[in-house]
């Protein structure tokens, strides 16, 4: 318990290391402190059923037996303590529990509750489950736990909140037109339980906004990220599978942006075991019109079934930026796409060097076109890889390849 | 030294959990590792100068005597330990060193040094001294320090990248039209390096773009966040002190948002001991509205010296928003706007429980008016307080204010 009690005065100090220390006089800012109450459930056969009914929330860790190695151990705690700490602080008041479920120990409930990947967090709310697989930090679970809380289908009643609903191009977003929440909505209600927090779910009831968005009573629109005109869901009315069953189908976008919330996820969804990931920083002016680029590549080929581009901004991921630069060999204060394969984050980049001159939309198109075919991809340099490692090497044999807009003149 | 590591541990499986455990084969997502190697600086009169030769950046934390009290002992040693995880993992490779200067031991060193508030940051980069007073996490000091590594000044250089300065309404911006590097440029690009990365600078030497932003040679513009038109600096040429004199002036906007890299300062910097505070999340449509309409008021209000409202997203602060809510008794899933008391967090309110009904842009200033002459306070309601903790307590003698938009018919 003493032990305890010193990891927790740790990592706190790590969300919140002002604390220690007498600043201004200032309040209204205060970081969550530890009240030392042991929260997190041990969840068994016999406790699961009644935990399940008592809370809005329970978020379940499905985790390996604990393991032998010491240091493995302590980490192992800690986990417990995160969650802890997110139950008891921050989440406090929020109706709320966290258990544990051992995939040894447990494995009779975790095949009950359908528990299947070891090591995700699983989330139960009313009768449904969401698995979490994105960050394990606090403040990406937290922000995940939040938006669950919410109502699934947010009503769009205006011209104002149109706009706000038109501005969120990096979502998949559906919006559908209704008589009134006693109608065909509830279909749609219920599908979008299926899919929170990851997608969103909009309706409207007002004629106007519905005329504006080209929508017909019952009519459901699909917002692929990026894309300017939305797919039509076909048939109407439409039934929770028909619409579960098209945003299955479509939910992998043409440009995807890696998010916190569900990185893992989206990493874990390669195309034969490749990326293709693109590097901007949207606030930066080089970055954003590289990502207007690579918008519009997406745009041309949204029906291309085998093209799907991660697109990471650095800002996002602090911490894993210099990762990223020491793994791929890249400066990641410019734009870069490559090709990542993801079983050895083995990587080949396009050579962007010269910095007044990014790519055009069809030399993008034509890079991407040799990745698809595989003229372009990790493995023919690898040979050469201990003499060059910092080369942007074109193998002999792709000299026509358009690896290097650099020798092209297109002004 | 032993149990050194094993707070490392725990503190790395804050930052990711995902590590323990046995997930997919894939790769390319790996957050750091500590290696275990101590590279935190004891900072002493015999060994700054050369520290600060040696490195491209020197970060310098400002700390009190170590405590007496174990607990904080612990913790101390912890903002140690978090210092050194961001220097050798995630900086690596960066030339950054981190180090510690004792404010009672040290009292001369950081007299030399300029350290002036304990409980900061200090970034030397150059001749330069860069204070750092946003939340002491890992993301936020990373994000931070990689933005200080950049260029001060970002050159615009065509109509797309134009199009990503005019995007960033949410921050201090002035841009700045000359002939070229050799020119004027010199001092404008001097005066930037003593606000990065707080404020944004940028120039071009690209006519077409300094006509679109009807900026003459020589001339620089000022953009306060969220407004409309630029401020044009008085004076062409202008000199390094004209610069840094107008920014210094003309820095705390009418309407700022609340960011982790500044959140201490901006806290700080309050208007007679309070704040008025905006709650809005962007990304949701209600948050969205309600901000186009604080937008306005600030547009209406830009010259009144004695406003200056803070807008917090809770999406940006999800360790703080069950804090806020139960500090301030809000509901956070909904925009709010209030005065908060800096010295006690006590804070009022504005009604706003009608949904579909915001307050319109004339009631929004009607309640400011009223907060700035003092007849919305936070002292009125104290008496009542133990009886009324969650009504909107309206006192009798200002009826005649806009505290209650539901009793207004606006349609």
Known sequence: EQWRSQIWLSLLSALSLRLVLPGGAEEGLE?????????????????????????????LFYHEPMPANKGLQKRFQMTELVLESL??????????????VDSQKDAKVAKKLGLEEVGSLYVFKDDRVIEFDGELSADTL???LLDVLEDPVEIINNAMELRAFERMEEDIRLIGYFK?????????????????PYIKFFATFD??????????????????????EPAVLPGRPLSEMDIVEFVTQHRRATLRKLRAENMF??????????????????????????????????????????????????DDFPLLTTYWEKTFKLDLFRPQIGVVNVTDADSVWL?????????????????????????????????????HENDHFVPEDEEEGDQDPDEEDDE
Chains 1, 2 share one sequence.
Not at 87 to 100: P, R, T, Y
Not at 180 to 196: I, L, N, T, W
Not at 210 to 228: D, I, Q, R, T, W
């Open 265 to 314: 996820e989206t990493w874990e969804d390669d195309m034969d075991g490749i990326h293709i990931v693109a590097f901007a920083e949207e606030e930066d002016p080089d970055g954003y019109e590289f990502l207007e680029i690579l918008k519009d590549v997406a745009r041309d080929n949204t029906n291309n079934p085998e093209l799907s581009i991660v697109w990471i901004d650095p």
């Open 31 to 59: 970081f969550p402190n530890f009240d030392g109450k042991d929260r997190v459930l041990d969840i068994s056969e016999r406790n699961y059923k009644k935990a399940l009914k008592r809370y809005d929330l329970l978020c």
């Open 142 to 144: 937290v922000e995940f």
């Open 207 to 228: 004629k106007t906004v519905a005329k504006h968005l080209s929508l017909k009573m019952n009519g459901v629109n699909f917002y692929e990220p990026f894309m300017e």
């Open 87 to 100: 139950c008891s602080q921050v989440l406090e008041n929020k109706d709320i529990a966290f258990g544990m």
């Open 180 to 196: 009134g929440e006693d109608s065909y909505y509830k279909a749609f209600q219920e599908a979008s339980e299926r899919f929170q």
């Open 351 to 387: 050579d962007m060097s010269d910095d007044e001159d990014l790519p055009t939309a069809e030399e993008l198109e034509d890079w991407i076109e040799d990745v698809l075919s595989g003229r372009v991809n990790t493995e023919d340099d690898d040979e050469f890889a201990d003499d």
